[in-house]
C-alpha cells in the first residue's frame, strides 16, 4: 500500500465532509452540547463535592465534641460516611445520580446508602443526563454513522469507485483511506472533548491520585480510539456491501439503534428475569431471621449468650462476671457485634453474586456489541460504575465495624463490672483519637481487573475490524 495514496483520500474525505451542510450543523450542535455537557457535570462535580466533604467534616466535628460518656453509648452515636465524586465523574457521570450518597454507622447494624439524586429529584432524569461521555457514546457514533453511509456505497452507484481502481489505485488504498478519512474526522469531536476532560484532570486537586487519575485519562482516551475505529470500521463495511447508499443509511441507523437502546435494554430485562433479586423488605426480613437465631448480645438470658457466659466463666476459673478483668458487657457487645456482621456480609455477598450475574449478562455482549465495552469502561475508569459504589460501600461497613470494636474495647478495658467500683463513663479525648472516615478509590490495577472482559471484547471488535477492513480490500465490488 501506497501511504501518500491512502492520507491524500482521507484528506479528500474531509473536503467532502466539510462541503456538506450536515458537517456544519453537527460541528454547531457539538459545540453547544459540550459547553453545556462541561458546564453541567462539573458544576455538578464540584457542589456535590464541597456540600459532602463539609457535611463528613461536621459529621467528625460532632463525634469529637460529644462529652464524657459510656462507650457503648458512642458505638450507638455512630457516624456518616459520605461518597465524594471522582473527577472523571464530570466526564461521565454513569450511575452516579442512581446510587446513595451517604451512609448511617451504627452498632449492630448495616444501613443502606441513602439520599442518591434521583430519589430526589423529578422523573425526567430517569431519561438521562447530558454529559461528556453521553456526546462520544451517542451522539457521535450516529454522526460517524451518516458521515460514512455513502463512502463506498454512492461513489459506486456514480461509477467514480470504477474510475478510480482504473487510474491505478488498489482496493486496499481506497478501503483504508476512506477508513482513515472517517475516523480521523471523529477524532475532531474526540479530542476536542478530552481536552476539556485533561484540563479537569489537571487542575483540580487530587493529591496522591493525581497519577491514578492520569491513569484512567489515558485507558479512557485509548479505549475512545479504538471504539471509534470500529465503528469507522462497521460503517465502511456496510457501505461496501450495500447496493445503495441509502440502504446503507438504513442498516446503519438499525445497527445504531440495536448497539444504543434496544439490545442493552434488553438485556437488563432477561437479567432481572434470570436472576431476580430480593426486596429491601425481603432482604431485611431474611437477615432479621438469621440474626435471631443467633441470639440478641441485649438479652442477659439469651441461650447463646449465656453459653457463652458460662465458657468465659469457666475459663478464667471464676464464678461471678464481676471477677473478670475486664467488663464483661463490652465482650459480650464485641462478641455480638462480629456475630451480627458475618450475618450482614453473609446476606450482602449473595445479593452482590447476583447483581454480578446480571451485569455479566450485559458484561459478556459487549463481544456482540461494542457499545456495551465502551460503556463499562467509561464508567469504570471515571469512577461512576457499580463496582466502585460497591467499593464504597464496603469501605464505609469496615469503619462502621472498627469504630463499632474499638468503643467495645474501651468498655472491655476502661469501665468496670456493675459490682466493681469505677467510672461508668470515660473521657471525649477517646473520641478525638478514633480517625475520621476517609474514602480511596478503586486503584487504577483493580479496576483492570473487574473490566478485563470489556477490555477483550474492546480489543477482539479491533482485531475483527481490521481483518473485515482487509478482507474488504480483496472483495471490494466497483458495479
Not at 476536542?192 to 493525581?210: A, K, N, Y
Request: without cysteine.
Amino acid at each position: 500500500m501506497r501511504k501518500n495514496v491512502i492520507v491524500l483520500l482521507a484528506k479528500q474525505f474531509w473536503k467532502d465532509a466539510f462541503r456538506s451542510r450536515v458537517m456544519a450543523i453537527a460541528l454547531g450542535l457539538m459545540v453547544v452540547l459540550l459547553v453545556f455537557s462541561t458546564y453541567t457535570g462539573y458544576e455538578n462535580y464540584h457542589e456535590q463535592n464541597v456540600t459532602r466533604n463539609v457535611i463528613q467534616d461536621e459529621v467528625q466535628e460532632s463525634w469529637e465534641s460529644n462529652p464524657d460518656k459510656h462507650p457503648h453509648r458512642m458505638a450507638h452515636y455512630g457516624s456518616f460516611a459520605l461518597r465524594v465524586k471522582h473527577v472523571l465523574s464530570v466526564f461521565d457521570m454513569g450511575m452516579e445520580n442512581f446510587v446513595g450518597n451517604a451512609v448511617f454507622l451504627e452498632a449492630h447494624k448495616q444501613n443502606t446508602v441513602n439520599f442518591s439524586e434521583a430519589s430526589m429529584s423529578t422523573g425526567l432524569l430517569r431519561f438521562g443526563e447530558v454529559s461528556l461521555a453521553m456526546l462520544l457514546k451517542i451522539i457521535v457514533p450516529l454522526l460517524i454513522f451518516y458521515l460514512g453511509f455513502a463512502t463506498i456505497a454512492r461513489e459506486r452507484e456514480n461509477g467514480t469507485l470504477k474510475l478510480l481502481i482504473g487510474q491505478g489505485i488498489k482496493r486496499k488504498e481506497i478501503v483504508f483511506g476512506k477508513w482513515l478519512g472517517l475516523w480521523s474526522l471523529s477524532l475532531l469531536f474526540l479530542g476536542s472533548v478530552f481536552m476539556v476532560v485533561l484540563f479537569f484532570v489537571l487542575t483540580e486537586d487530587h493529591d496522591v491520585f493525581f497519577a491514578d487519575s492520569l491513569g484512567r485519562y489515558g485507558v479512557l482516551l485509548i479505549s475512545y480510539l479504538l471504539f471509534f475505529g470500529v465503528l469507522s470500521a462497521i460503517t465502511l463495511l456496510i457501505s461496501a456491501f450495500s447496493e445503495t447508499a441509502k440502504g446503507a443509511l438504513v442498516k446503519l441507523l438499525g445497527i445504531w439503534l440495536l448497539f444504543v437502546i434496544i439490545v442493552p435494554k434488553s438485556l437488563q430485562a432477561v437479567g432481572y428475569y434470570l436472576y431476580p433479586t430480593p426486596s429491601k423488605i425481603e432482604m431485611e426480613t431474611a437477615v432479621e431471621h438469621d440474626l435471631k437465631q443467633l441470639g440478641d448480645s441485649h438479652n442477659p438470658n439469651d441461650p447463646h449468650f449465656k453459653a457463652m457466659k458460662d465458657s468465659v466463666l469457666l475459663a478464667y476459673n471464676v464464678s461471678d462476671v464481676n471477677d473478670l478483668p475486664f467488663n464483661y458487657s463490652g465482650f459480650v457487645m464485641s462478641q455480638g457485634e462480629k456475630l451480627s456482621s458475618q450475618v450482614y456480609l453473609s446476606h450482602q455477598n449473595d445479593l452482590y453474586k447476583v447483581y454480578g450475574l446480571q451485569n455479566n449478562l450485559e458484561r459478556f455482549s459487549a463481544f456482540i456489541n461494542p457499545y456495551s465495552a465502551i460503556k463499562n469502561l467509561s464508567m469504570a475508569f471515571s469512577g461512576t460504575d457499580f463496582e466502585s459504589f460497591l467499593h464504597f460501600k464496603d469501605k464505609a461497613e469496615t469503619y462502621r465495624y472498627h469504630l463499632a470494636q474499638e468503643m467495645n474495647r474501651l468498655q472491655m478495658e476502661l469501665i468496670p463490672n456493675s459490682g466493681q467500683e469505677g467510672p461508668n463513663q470515660i473521657s471525649s479525648d477517646y473520641w478525638k483519637k478514633f480517625p475520621p472516615f476517609k474514602y480511596s478509590f478503586l486503584n487504577i490495577s483493580q479496576v483492570f481487573r473487574n473490566e478485563w472482559v470489556s477490555i477483550a471484547a474492546l480489543l477482539s471488535w479491533s482485531i475483527l475490524s481490521v481483518m473485515g477492513l482487509l478482507r474488504l480490500s480483496i472483495n471490494l465490488k466497483a458495479l
